[in-house]
């Protein structure tokens, strides 16, 4: 349902999850190193119950293209999170505070479609990887931007604008996509296998399938470049790009029709 009412529960910690978010964007540099450190983790935390409450609530698992940006940017965020701990020199919070509060409203004003959880027990497992293929993708679209700036920095004779070495963002950036492509081919590998099995109809060909299929090929052309022929900057980021893209499309751009164009039609 779209702008369906949502209980207290999966109301608050999305609300609050948002606040908090504006408050990194707004105050990051008036609070201290702890206090800091304690406020991402309340986001953090507030915004996966809100992803459990609204998704889980009441017996109904519940999916959709703001569920799904919800999740893709409070796995981000946790990337980045941990990796600030490895790399203090990260700096892209406003960026991902900006992503995760619009996503954690959005997700909130449409819910998802609901699906009852006795439908089939594989569905939750199938769309699980789906959607850490979804963030994985996302956080190597994030550092492949940062090794775009951090290229731009060097040619303009800018290296205090760069806030780690580039072939740290790139070896960061590749891992990423290796883990994504991982994940989505396991992911389509348990759509294929459940469905032969009739567990659950997770073959479809439709836009949906073509488009990540699509995705995945791209992908793996990229690390196949990357490894045989050594590919990197411009060419290497934008093939990265252009296989998030197709994810996009294929998942989050094919339920934003049908929940939010169709039914308004």
Known sequence: MILSPSPWWGTIPSLGAALGYALL?????RLAAGKLNALVAVVWLLHGLALAANQFGGGVMRFGFAPALSFTAWLVFTLYAIETRLYPQLRARASLVGLGAATVLLALLFPGTPHLAS?????????SLGLVSYGLLAAAVLHGWLTQRAEASMRKGHPGDITLPLLALERLTFRLVAAA???LSATLL????????GLMQGWVWNHKTL????????????????L???WRGRFAIRMLYAAATLLLLGYVGSHFVLEVILARA
């Open 190 to 197: 348990a759509g294929w296998w459940f469905s032969e099995q």
């Open 181 to 183: 492509f991982a994940m």
């Open 25 to 29: 964007a707004l105050h990051p540099t």
């Open 211 to 226: 488009f990540t299929l699509l995705s995945w090929l791209a992908l793996a052309v990229l690390l196949w470049g990357r």
């Open 228 to 230: 045989t022929q050594g």
């Open 119 to 127: 439908g089939s027990r594989w569905l939750p497992l199938h769309g």
